[in-house]
């Protein structure tokens, strides 16, 4: 109920316009007075395909480089959802580099 449009988009599959329905979602009042309601009274809803994963961290300590043309994601948000799975995205390769994932490139002659 917190999270913001921002923190909403480095999910996958969710872009702007979702993020900003949730954001003005919960900032209504009412909205969080019911939702808070409905978890005093018990209800969970818990997602199944992501049920115990919040603490899972594939990527712990790798390092990433993106470079191309990325085809469905930004350099922003493919950055926020390797630091989420634990992983660090850099601009430049170094010797700390574990990955690079070349996108489309263009060439020009």
Known sequence: MA???EDLEGIHEIGPEVARAIVTF???KRNRQVSGAMREAGLTL???????TEKAQPLDGLTFVFTGELERWTRDEVKRYV????GRATSSVSGETDYVVAG?????T
Do not use: I
């Not at 818990?46 to 115990?52: D, H, K, M, T, V």
């Not at 489309?104 to 020009?108: L, S, T």
């Open 83 to 86: 630091e989420r799975l634990g």
């Open 104 to 108: 489309r490139c263009r060439f020009e």
């Open 46 to 52: 818990e997602n199944p395909l992501y049920a115990g």
């Open 26 to 28: 919960f900032g209504a």
């Open 3 to 5: 999270a913001s449009a």
